[in-house]
């Protein structure tokens, strides 16, 4: 049988199924993604409405090089799909005592902006700096980059060594700690834990990266028209290379022989044949919903139900008739007590009592995503997930007052008056909309054993023929790194059936 005869079914039309899906595609399979909205890309989508196009998920992209890396990996020039601008400064970070912080690209810069904050902490971080670079490429090459699939990718000498390099076993608020004393500049070097959905004082300490990508890497990029626009470079690649994508195209249950895949069953009644799986469901409900009773292996209800699961997302998308220009497209607004806020969401999880705020206004850099002289204002705050002890029902009007005046004393005056458009989530829609685990934003939480080999995998252990993409399997979450793991999906296919 050809490659071409062989059928693959793609679960979920989000950034790592999309990427699987075009790999294959280009391949030669016969590739087709099921997506059970009536758009594709998932977190990865837009809300497009009264001349507002609001991402729904993901806003920060960032890792340039891989996607430039992906593109020419399938043929391809970036440059003909998306139109990417640097950002700099890459945010502006706004602390509870009235100071501000605005890291860019630039180096200068930032010792100037730090030195305004804690001269002191000038040394701390260009040694925060000169340390992390090796640490950087050890993550990206010898665990990020590679499948591990199988535990000699783990347990070999080069990898142990590289773990020992990346000084997993403190947290990263503990490693920065090590460099900078000033807690504003703490803060400003950890708050990216939550990009992942999980706090600072939890993540384990490689992910100090983070900023080190932010400020010396490659930066922070804007796609014009959002993020959602990766999501229309993904769909043009895969009906370029013939593959074929459905919508509204909802799957019940996935079929399975004699341990061995042979399609899916769909909510309509419609069976679809394949040879291969490829679930970009959330990895905990592919176990929990889709796979037959006895065809999980070891992942069972109970399992999951002590597995580490990233916070929530309370989002409200908004336009505004009003420009507020003092916005930078990416804004953090922190809270007097950074430790306490980020307890009440992740130990005690419960709504905070001074809301962590993140505001993105792609407007302020891009006028096809608003009506002339309106702003797009999506808000994210931090919350627990569905396990934790929020009745949103009660909660979410309420908490939505909180949120809309700790902005309008930050430097958005009369934000309710000029609201026009309005739409909210809270962990509930995640859960219905987006099929996460609890509700969760990020995906299983990338703690310590829950990372690298001792993440769920790309690969069924136990049924033949099923694959698994996103931000619940290896190697984690981000836009770049779930379309490493789309590609890690297409290889394995590859090797595990080749022509």
Known sequence: MTQKQKKVVVIGAGAGGLSAAVQLARQGWSVCVLEKEDCPGGRLG???????????????????????????????????????????????????????????????????????????????????????????????????????????????????????????????????????????????????????????????????????????????????????AITHALVRLLDEFGGELRLKAQVEKILIENNRVKGVLCTDGTTIAADIVVSNVDFPNTMRKLMPEGSTGTYTQARFAHMAN???????????????????????????????????????????????????????????????????????????????????????????SVVYEKLERAGLPGLRQNIVFEKSADPTVFAERFNTFQGAGFGLAPTLFQSGYFRPGIKSKKIAGLYFAGASVHPGGGVPVVLVCGRHVARQIQADYPV
């Not at 922190?334 to 705020?357: G, I, M, N, S």
């Open 46 to 228: 837009a809300l497009e409405s009264e001349g507002y196009r609001i991402d729904l998920g993901a806003t920060i992209l960032m890792m340039y090089d891989v996607f430039e890396q992906f593109f020419a990996g399938l043929g391809k020039d970036i440059n003909d799909y998306l139109s990417l601008t640097r950002l700099n400064p890459c945010y502006h970070l706004n602390f509870a005592d009235g100071s501000r912080l605005s890291p860019s690209t630039d180096l200068k810069h930032n010792l100037d902006e730090i030195r305004s904050l804690c001269p002191a902490d000038v040394e701390g971080y260009l040694r925060y700096l000169a340390q992390i670079h090796r640490r950087y490429m050890t993550a990206r090459y010898e665990f990020i980059e590679k499948p591990m699939t199988r535990l000699r990718e783990f347990l070999n000498v080069k990898t142990l060594a590289g773990l020992m390099r990346l000084k997993t076993l403190n947290n990263m608020y503990s490693d920065i700690s090590r460099f900078v004393r000033d807690e504003r500049v703490r803060m400003s070097l950890t708050f990216q834990s939550m990009y992942l959905g999980i706090s600072p004082f939890q993540t384990p300490s490689i992910y100090t990266i983070i900023p080190y990508v932010e400020h010396a890497h490659s930066g922070i990029w804007y796609p014009h028209g959002g993020m959602n």
């Open 310 to 400: 990233s916070c929530g997302c309370m989002m409200f998308y908004l336009g505004s008739k009003q420009k507020y220009d003092n916005l930078g497209v990416h804004n953090i607004y922190f809270t007097h007590e950074y430790k306490k806020t980020l307890d009440q969401v992740f130990v005690q999880k419960r709504l905070p009592d001074d809301p962590a705020v993140y505001l993105y206004a792609p407007s302020r850099i891009d006028p096809d995503v608003a009506p002339a002289g309106h702003e797009v204002i999506y808000i994210l705050v931090p919350v627990p997930n569905l396990a934790g002890r929020v009745d949103w029902e009660k909660e979410a009007v309420a908490y939505r």
